[in-house]
């Protein structure tokens, strides 16, 4: 990597003063999201990621605008129409009863993708929140807070999950999505809470208090956004995480069930017929295998991206 | 020292209780609670109430929550509803199985994830390199359930190398060296695709925790003073930077339990995992109390042990 590379990464404050000596060693003037910006586009592994993400929302939730076969259309009238093989017709086949998986491979992956996003959104708000709290606040709150969370970690996860699945949700995608988010806020809220102890000594901090900010504004106004790094990283590999868990919970039976779809159950419903239609199973499996990746990809891309000790590589 | 684990362990049985009583709770607040599951729809409200009053159910929850938790605190968590059994007995049936899976894997995933991030971080950047970080994105991207579905298919039934359910053939009385070979024959795809995953997680800590501990100055000592290669690697590096692994195994504890739950039930493994599924299926909450209580102990305790083997292996950790 050459200079002018390292030079893109280096602080704008500390590059001023070169002004009037060298101008020639003075890049452009570049925003602090500008530089982040540079840093995750030439990662090209993220940047693969992110087009994989983009391409399979656009197959999930604009494909059946082009894609008119509906997805519950059974056709049990002639035995050759169920476990077709892939075919210009029936892109990935059709299952059992002659329902053509490429639409139902969309209409699971609308509610796959809607889990995995939507319980992310709901666990990062209550793990910021309550991470948020207990740092700032410190002391008896803090250890309150903190206890609470080890209960929640203390569990081995799946079962939690299991137990609460088979006797609280209606297997909606929304008690799915509460569920699932019931039990994952507990690594943001301890990461934030770490952010919050150290940044809530800064002089930053200190400076709006004395110019009279309150308690909530500090919070949310001044130090929040400096904590937003690690959040974002921690949200978007928590989207794959989170699409894993509806999967595992879609596979047993406890998670969405039938007739309404997710890749989970897509899964569970093809692998009876693995040795005549293996296509049942493999493609949703693939699809959650190639969101999980793009997830963890961009997350790491992001990580990168963000991190300022990332400038030598 | 002593009063640092002295403390740790204090803090540890306070969650342990706290964690009780919030699945206690939990678990007779469900609705379809105990008592719709193993009575008979058909039951007269005499037998109903008899039947209540012998679980104990017409009791104030507190009520109920002391003589449990005392019970347990003996080893002695009730009858199974669906076994009529004493939950210890059924429990005890499954554990050496799921004992066998999960230390088998938990050891496998060691070995290899410190094999493989070692590999990788010596030779950073090359097409080693490239390759095990590719793979191991592909091992963390993966549901365990779908590499159980994989593993079953591909091993199993097309190319007939290793059975697919269960942990022995049926049917077939083998002399006791053959049940052993058939047992670790079924004992491999579970092993295998529990594993996996935590390979690939655990070589990416390894990996970068042995970067950071190779560029420090007493390894560049070291091999001034003409250590070789591999003893440099093995004595001086690895000491230092199995460390942060340490950690994240222990966090990782209740994930592989997960996991072996979730392997057990694809594979039929007759351990513990496969129980709870059966119990949920049957709402046998005795049961599940159990396992989940067994399940905390055991994350709580590795917790505990990795702080303190985390001060053992690092001299310059100092607790007060």
Redesign the interface.
């Known amino acids: 990597m050459d200079i002018s590379d390292r030079l893109n990464v280096t602080p704008v404050e500390e590059v001023e003063p070169f002004l009037e000596v060298t101008p020639a060693l003075v890049q452009k003037r570049r925003s602090q999201g500008r530089i982040i910006f540079d840093r995750f586009i030439r990662n090209r592994a993220a940047i693969a990621g992110a087009l994989a993400l983009i391409l399979l929302f656009l197959f999930c939730f604009l494909g059946p605008l082009l894609w008119r076969i509906d997805t519950d259309a059974i056709n049990v009238t002639s035995a050759s129409s169920s476990l077709t093989a892939p075919s210009l017709q029936h892109p990935f086949g059709t299952d059992d009863v002659g329902r053509d998986e490429f639409a139902r491979v969309m209409a699971g992956g609308r509610v796959s993708l809607l889990i995995g996003l939507s319980s992310m959104f709901v666990a990062i708000f209550f793990g910021v929140g309550i991470g948020a709290f207990a740092g700032y606040y410190g002391g008896v709150i803090d250890n309150l807070l903190m206890?609470f969370t080890?209960?929640v970690?203390?569990?081995?996860?799946?079962?939690?999950l299991?137990?609460?699945s088979?006797?609280?949700t209606d297997h909606t995608p929304k008690s799915v999505i509460i569920l699932i988010s019931l039990l994952t806020w507990t690594y943001a809220a301890r990461l934030v809470r770490g952010e919050f102890l150290a940044l809530k000594e800064r002089e930053f901090v200190l400076a709006a208090r004395t110019i009279g900010a309150r308690n909530f504004r500090l919070m949310v106004r001044h130090i929040l956004p400096n904590a937003a790094g690690p959040i974002i990283v921690n949200a978007t590999l928590l989207v794959?995480a989170n699409i894993?868990l509806e999967?595992?919970m879609s596979?047993?039976g406890?998670g969405i069930q039938p007739p309404a779809s997710s890749w989970g159950n897509l899964?569970s419903d093809g692998?009876g017929f693995?040795?005549v239609a293996?296509w049942l199973?493999l493609t949703p499996?693939l699809l959650?295998?190639l969101t999980?990746?793009s997830f963890?990809?961009v997350g790491d891309g992001l990580r990168d991206a963000l991190d300022p000790y990332m400038t030598e590589r | 020292m002593g009063r640092y684990i002295i403390r740790r362990l204090l803090q540890a049985l306070l969650l342990l209780l706290l964690f009780s009583l919030g699945m206690f709770a939990l678990i007779h607040l469900l609705p379809g609670g105990p008592e719709q599951v193993i009575f008979n729809p058909r039951l007269s409200a005499a037998g109903r109430a008899a039947l209540r009053a012998r679980f104990g159910l017409d009791d104030p929850i507190y009520l109920q929550y002391l003589k449990w938790i005392g019970n347990a605190l003996i080893g002695n968590f009730g009858f199974s509803f669906a076994d009529n059994q004493p939950v210890t007995n059924v429990i005890a049936e499954r554990f050496p199985a799921t004992l066998e899976l999960f230390s088998t894997a938990l050891a496998l995933a060691l070995v290899v994830a410190i094999v493989i991030g070692v590999l990788s971080a010596v030779r950073q950047g090359t097409v080693t390199d490239y390759t095990l970080t590719t793979l191991a994105y592909f091992g963390i991207s993966m549901p365990i359930f779908l590499f159980g579905l994989l593993a079953q298919d591909i091993f199993g039934v097309y190319l007939h190398w290793f059975p697919t359910s269960g942990t022995q053939t049926l049917g077939y009385t083998f002399d006791p060296f053959n049940a052993f070979i058939d047992h670790l024959q079924h004992l491999i795809l579970p092993m295998l695709v529990l594993s996996i995953t935590f390979i690939a997680q655990w070589s990416r800590y390894m990996r970068s925790s042995t970067i950071e501990v190779v560029k420090q100055d007493y390894m560049r000592t070291a091999r001034a003073k003409g250590v070789a290669p591999v003893p440099l690697l093995v004595r001086h590096a690895l000491r230092n930077s199995v460390i942060p692994l340490i950690t994240v195994v222990a966090i990782d504890f209740g994930a592989v339990a997960g996991g072996a739950a979730i392997t057990e039930g694809v594979f039929q493994w007759h351990g513990m995992g496969l129980l709870f599924l059966d119990s949920l299926d049957t709402r046998d909450y005795p049961v599940l109390l159990a396992i989940l209580m067994i399940g905390a102990v055991f994350v709580i305790a590795f917790n505990l042990l990795a702080d303190i083997l985390y001060a053992v292996m690092d001299p310059r950790i100092r607790y007060s």
Request: no cysteine; aromatic share 22%; net charge negative.
């Open positions: 206890r080890d209960v970690l203390a569990v081995p996860l799946y079962l939690l299991f137990v609460l088979a006797s609280f794959g894993i999967s595992v596979y047993f406890f899964v692998q693995f040795d293996p199973v499996g959650i295998f999980v990746l963890n990809l």
